[in-house]
């Protein structure tokens, strides 16, 4: 039997995440994290680049800050989730279920985010350029000031959508629902 010593202590979700990337034998290797349950986490500045977290849970995380460029977020939940400053260059949120999460000041430039749910959703001032959103669901979300150049929101549901300051140029709208103009 293991003395009392050689029982790990138990690590924050932050710290847990923390050695999963310090122990991968190549830094290049995208950290997997399918499927992994970080309801309510405070991962507030993690770096996430390139990590797999396919069907996660991050309801109500803090994710603040934090570096999830080329981040494969695919089927996840990031419901209430506060996103704000957070890096998803890249990142992909296909099918993403982020209703009134917050993502003030993020950056989504280039992402891959189709049929995402993003109802009443935070976006003020996040940079959406060259965004695949095509399908979202933006029913109710906050994007004032949002930069949507050369973004595709084709079928997109803005509903409601408060779009002030919100820039549009070369913006794909092609059959987009609730946008009055």
Same mark, same amino acid.
């Given at each position: 039997?293991?003395?009392?010593?050689?029982?790990?202590?138990?690590?924050?979700?932050?710290?847990?995440?923390?050695?999963?990337?310090?122990?991968?034998?190549?830094?290049?290797?995208?950290?997997?994290?399918?499927?992994?349950?970080?309801?309510?986490?405070?991962?507030?500045?993690?770096?996430?680049?390139?990590?797999?977290?396919?069907?996660?849970?991050?309801?109500?995380?803090?994710?603040?800050?934090?570096?999830?460029?080329?981040?494969?977020?695919?089927?996840?939940?990031?419901?209430?989730?506060?996103?704000? !400053?957070? =890096? /998803? $260059?890249?990142?992909?949120? #296909?099918? *993403?279920?982020?209703?009134?999460?917050? &993502?003030?000041? %993020? +950056? @989504?430039?280039?992402?891959?985010?189709?049929?995402?749910?993003?109802?009443?959703?935070?976006?003020?001032?996040?940079?959406?350029?060259?965004?695949?959103?095509?399908?979202?669901?933006?029913?109710?979300?906050?994007?004032? !000031?949002? =930069? /949507? $150049?050369?973004?595709?929101? #084709?079928? *997109?549901?803005?509903?409601?959508?408060? &779009?002030?300051? %919100? +820039? @549009?140029?070369?913006?794909?709208?092609?059959?987009?629902?609730?946008?009055?103009?």
């Amino acid at each position: 039997m293991a003395d009392d010593e050689d029982i790990p202590e138990r690590l924050s979700t932050e710290d847990a995440l923390a050695r999963i990337a310090s122990r991968a034998a190549d830094a290049s290797v995208p950290l997997n994290l399918t499927g992994t349950i970080l309801r309510g986490a405070d991962l507030s500045g993690a770096n996430l680049k390139g990590a797999n977290l396919k069907v996660a849970n991050l309801a109500g995380a803090s994710l603040m800050g934090a570096d999830l460029a080329g981040a494969n977020l695919t089927f996840g939940n990031l419901a209430r989730a506060d996103l704000a !400053g957070a =890096d /998803l $260059t890249g990142a992909i949120l #296909t099918d *993403a279920t982020m209703p009134r999460a917050d &993502l003030t000041g %993020a +950056i @989504l430039t280039d992402a891959t985010m189709p049929r995402a749910i993003l109802r009443s959703a935070i976006l003020r001032g996040a940079n959406l350029m060259g965004a695949d959103m095509r399908g979202v669901n933006l029913a109710g979300a906050n994007l004032m !000031g949002a =930069d /949507l $150049t050369n973004a595709n929101l #084709t079928l *997109a549901n803005l509903t409601d959508a408060n &779009l002030t300051g %919100a +820039i @549009l140029t070369d913006t794909n709208l092609k059959g987009v629902v609730g946008l009055i103009y």
